[in-house]
Protein backbone atom coordinates (compact mmCIF):
# COMPACT_ATOMS: atom_id res chain seq x y z
CA UNK A 1 0.00 0.00 0.00
CA UNK A 2 1.41 3.65 -0.80
CA UNK A 3 2.35 5.41 2.36
CA UNK A 4 1.10 8.46 1.23
CA UNK A 5 -2.34 7.32 1.36
CA UNK A 6 -4.12 7.77 5.08
CA UNK A 7 -5.28 4.88 6.70
CA UNK A 8 -9.63 5.82 7.09
CA UNK A 9 -9.80 6.59 10.89
CA UNK A 10 -13.48 5.51 10.52
CA UNK A 11 -11.80 1.51 10.48
CA UNK A 12 -11.90 0.64 14.20
CA UNK A 13 -8.58 -0.25 14.50
CA UNK A 14 -7.33 3.08 13.47
CA UNK A 15 -10.38 5.02 15.33
CA UNK A 16 -8.40 3.37 18.85
CA UNK A 17 -5.03 4.35 17.68
CA UNK A 18 -6.04 7.59 17.05
CA UNK A 19 -8.32 8.97 19.75
CA UNK A 20 -7.41 6.73 21.97
CA UNK A 21 -3.88 8.34 22.32
CA UNK A 22 -2.95 10.50 24.57
CA UNK A 23 -1.00 12.81 22.86
CA UNK A 24 -4.20 13.55 20.78
CA UNK A 25 -6.04 14.40 23.76
CA UNK A 26 -6.99 17.94 22.45
CA UNK A 27 -8.79 15.95 18.87
CA UNK A 28 -10.71 13.50 21.63
CA UNK A 29 -11.83 16.42 23.74
CA UNK A 30 -12.91 18.40 20.49
CA UNK A 31 -14.72 15.91 19.32
CA UNK A 32 -16.59 15.08 22.26
CA UNK A 33 -17.74 18.60 22.45
CA UNK A 34 -19.05 19.07 19.22
CA UNK A 35 -21.47 15.45 19.96
CA UNK A 36 -22.15 15.91 23.96
CA UNK A 37 -23.79 18.09 26.54
CA UNK A 38 -21.26 18.09 29.46
CA UNK A 39 -20.06 20.70 31.45
CA UNK A 40 -16.60 22.11 30.20
CA UNK A 41 -14.80 21.27 33.12
CA UNK A 42 -15.79 17.74 32.75
CA UNK A 43 -13.10 18.11 30.43
CA UNK A 44 -10.46 19.30 32.42
CA UNK A 45 -9.09 15.68 32.86
CA UNK A 46 -9.99 12.26 30.76
CA UNK A 47 -8.80 9.51 31.83
CA UNK A 48 -8.65 6.43 28.94
CA UNK A 49 -9.23 3.33 29.67
CA UNK A 50 -6.08 0.77 28.48
CA UNK A 51 -4.74 3.25 26.55
CA UNK A 52 -2.05 0.70 25.40
CA UNK A 53 -4.89 -1.74 24.56
CA UNK A 54 -3.64 -2.43 21.34
CA UNK A 55 0.36 -2.93 21.43
CA UNK A 56 -1.09 -6.92 22.61
CA UNK A 57 -3.42 -7.01 20.02
CA UNK A 58 -4.40 -9.83 17.57
CA UNK A 59 -5.20 -7.76 14.62
CA UNK A 60 -6.56 -11.60 12.68
CA UNK A 61 -9.17 -11.81 15.42
CA UNK A 62 -12.01 -9.52 14.57
CA UNK A 63 -13.13 -8.74 18.32
CA UNK A 64 -15.08 -4.91 19.09
CA UNK A 65 -12.92 -2.35 19.66
CA UNK A 66 -13.87 0.21 21.20
CA UNK A 67 -12.73 3.53 23.40
CA UNK A 68 -13.66 3.86 26.66
CA UNK A 69 -13.05 6.85 28.99
CA UNK A 70 -13.75 8.96 32.18
CA UNK A 71 -13.99 12.43 32.60
CA UNK A 72 -13.36 14.44 35.71
CA UNK A 73 -16.39 13.75 37.63
CA UNK A 74 -16.04 9.89 36.41
CA UNK A 75 -18.51 10.12 34.13
CA UNK A 76 -17.60 7.01 31.76
CA UNK A 77 -17.81 7.44 27.67
CA UNK A 78 -17.85 5.05 25.73
CA UNK A 79 -17.17 5.07 22.24
CA UNK A 80 -17.80 2.20 19.77
CA UNK A 81 -17.58 2.41 15.34
CA UNK A 82 -19.28 0.05 13.98
CA UNK A 83 -19.19 -0.21 9.84
CA UNK A 84 -21.22 -2.80 9.11
CA UNK A 85 -24.17 -3.87 11.70
CA UNK A 86 -27.58 -5.47 12.16
CA UNK A 87 -29.63 -2.49 13.60
CA UNK A 88 -31.30 -4.37 16.10
CA UNK A 89 -28.46 -6.60 17.46
CA UNK A 90 -26.40 -3.60 18.06
CA UNK A 91 -29.00 -1.80 20.04
CA UNK A 92 -29.78 -4.71 22.16
CA UNK A 93 -25.70 -5.35 22.31
CA UNK A 94 -25.04 -1.85 23.55
CA UNK A 95 -27.82 -1.37 26.22
CA UNK A 96 -26.59 -4.79 27.24
CA UNK A 97 -23.50 -3.35 27.70
CA UNK A 98 -23.86 -0.17 29.23
CA UNK A 99 -25.97 -1.73 31.68
CA UNK A 100 -23.18 -3.55 32.56
CA UNK A 101 -21.40 -0.34 32.82
CA UNK A 102 -23.48 1.09 35.58
CA UNK A 103 -23.87 -2.43 37.51
CA UNK A 104 -20.05 -2.34 37.89
CA UNK A 105 -19.93 0.72 39.58
CA UNK A 106 -22.38 -0.39 42.76
CA UNK A 107 -20.30 -2.76 45.18
CA UNK A 108 -22.02 -5.00 48.17
CA UNK A 109 -23.06 -1.89 50.19
CA UNK A 110 -25.78 -1.02 47.59
CA UNK A 111 -24.43 2.50 47.58
CA UNK A 112 -26.35 3.86 44.78
CA UNK A 113 -25.04 7.54 45.35
CA UNK A 114 -21.30 6.05 43.69
CA UNK A 115 -23.18 5.41 40.16
CA UNK A 116 -22.00 7.93 37.37
CA UNK A 117 -23.54 8.65 34.05
CA UNK A 118 -22.97 6.45 31.28
CA UNK A 119 -22.68 7.81 28.27
CA UNK A 120 -22.39 5.74 24.59
CA UNK A 121 -21.11 7.08 21.30
CA UNK A 122 -22.03 4.33 18.30
CA UNK A 123 -20.62 5.27 14.63
CA UNK A 124 -21.87 3.62 12.06
CA UNK A 125 -22.02 3.35 8.38
CA UNK A 126 -25.52 1.61 7.84
CA UNK A 127 -28.71 3.07 8.17
CA UNK A 128 -29.25 2.39 12.00
CA UNK A 129 -32.23 4.56 12.60
CA UNK A 130 -34.71 3.94 9.41
CA UNK A 131 -37.44 6.78 8.85
CA UNK A 132 -35.08 9.51 10.31
CA UNK A 133 -32.90 11.52 8.11
CA UNK A 134 -31.16 13.22 11.13
CA UNK A 135 -27.50 12.01 11.24
CA UNK A 136 -27.01 12.47 15.13
CA UNK A 137 -29.31 11.23 17.69
CA UNK A 138 -29.02 11.45 21.45
CA UNK A 139 -31.50 8.67 23.52
CA UNK A 140 -32.42 8.85 27.10
CA UNK A 141 -34.33 7.27 29.64
CA UNK A 142 -37.31 10.10 28.18
CA UNK A 143 -41.13 10.05 28.27
CA UNK A 144 -42.06 11.59 25.23
CA UNK A 145 -45.88 12.23 26.08
CA UNK A 146 -45.01 14.09 29.31
CA UNK A 147 -41.87 15.74 28.01
CA UNK A 148 -39.92 14.63 31.36
CA UNK A 149 -36.46 13.14 31.38
CA UNK A 150 -36.98 9.41 34.14
CA UNK A 151 -32.99 9.75 34.82
CA UNK A 152 -29.76 11.02 33.12
CA UNK A 153 -27.94 8.31 34.51
CA UNK A 154 -27.82 6.12 30.57
CA UNK A 155 -27.30 8.08 27.41
CA UNK A 156 -26.82 6.81 24.42
CA UNK A 157 -25.92 8.79 21.16
CA UNK A 158 -25.58 7.46 17.40
CA UNK A 159 -23.68 9.16 14.61
CA UNK A 160 -24.80 7.87 10.96
CA UNK A 161 -21.69 8.73 8.31
CA UNK A 162 -24.64 7.78 5.61
CA UNK A 163 -26.91 10.55 6.65
CA UNK A 164 -24.46 13.45 6.56
CA UNK A 165 -25.97 15.92 4.18
CA UNK A 166 -23.59 17.65 1.54
CA UNK A 167 -24.52 21.07 2.52
CA UNK A 168 -22.39 21.79 6.06
CA UNK A 169 -24.74 22.38 8.97
CA UNK A 170 -22.13 24.75 10.77
CA UNK A 171 -21.52 22.79 13.43
CA UNK A 172 -18.08 21.21 14.81
CA UNK A 173 -19.89 17.55 15.02
CA UNK A 174 -20.51 18.20 11.06
CA UNK A 175 -16.98 18.42 10.07
CA UNK A 176 -15.45 15.68 12.44
CA UNK A 177 -18.06 13.40 11.30
CA UNK A 178 -16.65 14.15 7.93
CA UNK A 179 -13.31 13.75 9.06
CA UNK A 180 -13.85 10.01 10.32
CA UNK A 181 -16.12 9.54 7.05
CA UNK A 182 -13.05 10.50 4.98
CA UNK A 183 -12.47 8.25 2.27
CA UNK A 184 -10.08 10.55 -0.22
CA UNK A 185 -7.34 13.11 0.90
CA UNK A 186 -9.91 15.40 -1.24
CA UNK A 187 -12.58 14.94 1.70
CA UNK A 188 -9.47 15.55 3.97
CA UNK A 189 -8.32 18.41 2.78
CA UNK A 190 -11.90 20.06 2.35
CA UNK A 191 -12.30 19.50 5.99
CA UNK A 192 -9.37 20.26 7.38
CA UNK A 193 -9.36 23.99 5.10
CA UNK A 194 -12.42 25.21 7.01
CA UNK A 195 -11.95 23.83 10.64
CA UNK A 196 -8.14 24.38 12.30
CA UNK A 197 -8.36 21.49 15.08
CA UNK A 198 -9.83 19.06 12.56
CA UNK A 199 -6.52 20.67 10.26
CA UNK A 200 -3.96 19.20 12.95
CA UNK A 201 -6.02 16.03 13.18
CA UNK A 202 -6.02 15.57 9.55
CA UNK A 203 -1.69 16.40 10.03
CA UNK A 204 -1.53 13.83 12.74
CA UNK A 205 -3.70 11.04 10.81
CA UNK A 206 -1.10 11.25 8.22
CA UNK A 207 1.74 10.88 10.51
CA UNK A 208 -0.07 7.64 11.69
CA UNK A 209 -0.75 6.49 8.42
CA UNK A 210 2.93 6.51 7.99
CA UNK A 211 3.76 4.39 10.87
CA UNK A 212 4.78 0.27 9.91
CA UNK A 213 3.22 -0.72 13.11
CA UNK A 214 -0.71 0.81 12.38
CA UNK A 215 -1.08 -0.39 8.51
CA UNK A 216 -0.11 -3.94 10.09
CA UNK A 217 -3.15 -3.70 12.35
CA UNK A 218 -5.26 -1.73 10.00
CA UNK A 219 -4.96 -4.85 7.21
CA UNK A 220 -4.84 -7.48 9.46
CA UNK A 221 -7.97 -6.00 10.69
CA UNK A 222 -9.25 -5.80 7.06
CA UNK A 223 -7.99 -8.81 6.37
CA UNK A 224 -10.14 -10.40 9.35
CA UNK A 225 -12.96 -8.65 8.27
CA UNK A 226 -13.01 -10.03 4.85
CA UNK A 227 -12.29 -13.62 6.12
CA UNK A 228 -15.48 -13.24 8.44
CA UNK A 229 -17.60 -12.56 5.38
CA UNK A 230 -16.71 -15.02 3.47
CA UNK A 231 -17.41 -17.02 6.08
CA UNK A 232 -21.06 -15.97 6.77
CA UNK A 233 -21.68 -15.98 2.74
CA UNK A 234 -20.05 -19.75 2.65
CA UNK A 235 -22.47 -20.97 5.93
CA UNK A 236 -25.09 -18.55 4.28
CA UNK A 237 -24.77 -20.66 0.90
CA UNK A 238 -24.93 -24.28 3.00
CA UNK A 239 -28.38 -23.09 4.73
CA UNK A 240 -29.68 -22.27 1.12
CA UNK A 241 -28.44 -25.84 0.03
CA UNK A 242 -30.28 -27.48 2.56
CA UNK A 243 -33.17 -25.64 2.54
CA UNK A 244 -33.27 -26.14 -1.07
CA UNK A 245 -32.46 -30.44 -1.07
CA UNK A 246 -35.62 -30.85 1.56
CA UNK A 247 -37.48 -28.49 -0.78
CA UNK A 248 -36.45 -30.69 -3.67
CA UNK A 249 -37.89 -34.05 -2.01
CA UNK A 250 -41.19 -32.47 -0.67
CA UNK A 251 -41.41 -32.03 -5.13
CA UNK A 252 -41.38 -28.17 -4.74
CA UNK A 253 -41.51 -26.58 -8.37
CA UNK A 254 -38.28 -24.71 -8.91
CA UNK A 255 -39.28 -22.07 -9.78
CA UNK A 256 -40.76 -21.56 -5.91
CA UNK A 257 -36.97 -22.93 -3.99
CA UNK A 258 -35.61 -20.44 -6.15
CA UNK A 259 -37.69 -17.83 -4.54
CA UNK A 260 -37.47 -19.34 -1.05
CA UNK A 261 -34.07 -19.37 -0.76
CA UNK A 262 -32.00 -17.20 -3.18
CA UNK A 263 -30.31 -20.11 -5.12
CA UNK A 264 -30.47 -19.48 -8.76
CA UNK A 265 -32.30 -22.03 -10.86
CA UNK A 266 -29.01 -23.49 -12.19
CA UNK A 267 -28.04 -23.77 -8.46
CA UNK A 268 -31.43 -25.56 -7.85
CA UNK A 269 -31.54 -27.94 -11.19
CA UNK A 270 -28.14 -29.07 -10.15
CA UNK A 271 -28.86 -29.82 -7.00
CA UNK A 272 -31.84 -31.66 -8.96
CA UNK A 273 -29.40 -33.69 -10.40
CA UNK A 274 -31.06 -32.04 -13.49
CA UNK A 275 -28.30 -31.17 -16.56
Do not use: C
Given at each position: ??K??F ?5 D?I ?12 F????LKS??RL ?6 R??IAD?HLL??F?G?K????D?K ?9 HI ?5 V??E???K??I?YD???I?EQ ?5 D????K????I?I?D????PG??R ?10 EAG????D????N ?6 L?EI?D?TDL??WAK ?9 L?M??E ?13 E?S ?6 D??ER ?6 D?A?R ?7 Q????A ?6 N ?6 V ?5 T?KE ?8
Amino acid sequence: MDKRVFLPIKSDVIFRLFYADERNEEFLINFLKSILRLPDDDYDRIDIADPHLLREFDGDKLAIIDVKLYTKTRKVIHIEIQLQVMPEQLQKRVILYDAKLIAEQVGSGDDYDNIKKVISIIITDENLIPGNERYHHRFTLYDPEAGVEFSDILEINTLELRKLPEIDDGTDLYDWAKFIAAETEEELAMVAEKNPVVSKAVVKLRELSADERARDLFERREKARRDQAARVKWELKQQQTEIAKKAISMNISIDDIVKLTGLTSKEVEELNGIK
